[in-house]
């Protein structure tokens, strides 16, 4: 027998991107495991990472072309050989092409974060093409944009630093669930002395274990930095130089922050003044006492329409008590922006003849159902769906489904397994998992550029996203010689050596190695530096106001809310939020029974005062519903939701749900204040006893 191990990447949409170590028995992949020398791994993984093997070999995995033999959305299959597949769908392309290339609509997200099997192949395809473009908006272009404005790129506290913080506010974020590295040196800091402060409408896994828990009302967080804001600024818990010298607009913000006072601040958010205030003077106090003080701001906050002032609001606070000056102070909202890529080369944006509309993947329920016009341009006649699950994953589910339903749409679907999307599939394409193909990648947490080898043959007749995208570019004439790159190839251009952050970076020693940390300074901001247009950390933001927002901090109420929408809310009282399940990686991870058994089904967290005034007692089956549509779950009385939110962990693989439903079919598709996201958090439902 011969056992190797081979060194890759976890390619999971999390913000902790683990180095893998993979042991390969006479060519099967018989365990994987964390590097324990990678700095930021430390040899531990998730469960369902763990258990990627037991992903990979599933008995349900893709293995052949499939052509839809039943109506669509039934599930009905049969396979073909990959000619057949191919030439169907060159076939219809290039005749919708000859029409209106921008009737078809590439659709894809973060079922891999590889650089190479994510958008690269697939791109220059589409760019060649002029299919629409996709707004990929589904997850974080809301606190992108506002912590652009403020702060100037998705830079921050490198997460290796966090142990040595004094302080830690986990600002809208379960790392317990969705960021285990992080939360390994949350404890390391709180076994160091340092306090942990959870700030969720839920008290999550997270919120459980910190010394702390503020539980404002979902969407209202950028009233709680601007409550904050004001007793620093009153308390005068301010870093006096560090404003002077790196920030901009001081001034307008010190009377923008009068008006919320820490009364006005409670009323607004659910909470009392009193933790207003002590939260306040903790976090200025121990930061003037030249203490490191961090905040871990993440996706919780986002997902409501101020979701984007929210965390702009929140980046002013490590300026405004000099927070930055610490390596383990300051504030992490992603990394992402820290790596130097190739996206533009990997991409070929030069290949657009003319830019092309772009659709907002956020809305695809109502622009699948949307006629052609003048405004939108041609309706959406074919739809390639790779590296994601639209019919589990986005907004108002039940148009999305209408939208999928429809006869005349032809849609492509590359996927590893048979999701809710495939089944509506006209042609489904089996893709290789991270096991079988080669990458490169970044990572939103960590400062890492790292390389995934390939571990095993591909199964079945599966092929890598990037190799599929090359037979389709070959079978419609695209001759340019960007379709002939290898992966390995791609990969080795991924990242930018010309970049003092990437320099001396070597394709060759970086897959032996498995991983290489960017050259970065350990504080980013110590000495401003800031990437905004001034330079400085804008509390005042001209950008902002030539796009037509406020260019101060801000509160922006929800769509949904008691307070926001009183009529609305007379018929749908309970807010609705649906974070993610622990075992579950949004809807990757639903069909492997080991994690499916540890979630259980479909359950809905629901306060005692709640339950009881609906009559409901804990394991009933319950109806969640709003005009937009229902679906069923088992009650969980609990107070970890405060009164007045349910909470119902996500997300579900509908044809798996108790009632072939998920928290999906209540959220709407209105979009954030900026960055054009999603605002599942922002939902009002009702509650009822499902009869027997
Ligand atoms: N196990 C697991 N890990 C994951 C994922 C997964 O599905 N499962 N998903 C990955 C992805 S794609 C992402 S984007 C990240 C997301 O991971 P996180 O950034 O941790 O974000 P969420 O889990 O969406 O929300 C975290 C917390 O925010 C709270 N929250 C909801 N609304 C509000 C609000 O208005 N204000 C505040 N302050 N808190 C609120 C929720 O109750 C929840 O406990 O995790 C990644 N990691
Ligand atoms: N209600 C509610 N909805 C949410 C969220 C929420 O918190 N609540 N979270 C939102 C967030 S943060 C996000 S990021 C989105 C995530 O939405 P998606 O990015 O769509 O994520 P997944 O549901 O994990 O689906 C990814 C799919 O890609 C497939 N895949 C993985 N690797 C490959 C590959 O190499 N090739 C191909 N062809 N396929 C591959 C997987 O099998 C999986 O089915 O969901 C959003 N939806
Ligand atoms: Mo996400």
Redesign the pocket.
Known sequence: MTTTQVRAAC?L?CPDTCALLVTVEDGVATAVKGDPDHPTTAGVLCTKVARYTERTYHEDRLLYPLKRVGRKGEGKFERISWEEALDTIAGKLTAIAARAPEAILPYS????MGLI?GESMSSRFFNKLGASLLDRT??ATAGFTGYKYTVGASVGTDMEQFQNAKLLIIWGGNPIASNLHFWTRAQEAKRNGAKLIAIDPYRSLTAEKCHQHIAPLPGTDSALALGLMHVLINEDLLDHDYIANYTLGFAQLRQRAQEWTPERTAATCGITAQEVIDLARLYGGMAKAGEPVAIRAN?GVQ?VRGGGMAVRNIACLPALVGAWRHAAGGMQLSSSGSFPTNKPWLQRTDLLKKIPRTINMTTIGDDLLRPASPDFGPAVQALIV?????L????ESDKVMRGFLREDLFTVV????Q?DTADYADIVLP???QLE?IDAHTSYGHLYMMANNPAIAPMGEAK??TEIFRLLAAKMGFDDDCFKESDDQLAAQAFNTRDVRAVGLDWDALKRKGWQKLNMPAAPFAQGGFFTPSGKCEFYSAQMEKDGLDPLPAYVPPYESVASNPALAARYPLAMI???ARNF????FVNVKSLRAAEGEPHLDIHPDDSAARGIAAGDMVRIFNDRGAFVAKARVTDKARAGLVVGL??WWKKLATDGKN??EV?SQQLTDMGRA?T?YDTLVQVEKVSA
Do not use: K, M, W
């Open positions: 390619p949409d997200y973060c079922g891999t099997q589904i997850c996706y997902r790779y590296n994601s699950n639209p589990a994953i986005a907004p590359l996927e590893q397994f999701t893709a290789t998992t193909h890598p996203n649906s974070p993610p990686l949004n809807s990757t996500s997300v928290a999906n959220t999603p599942f």
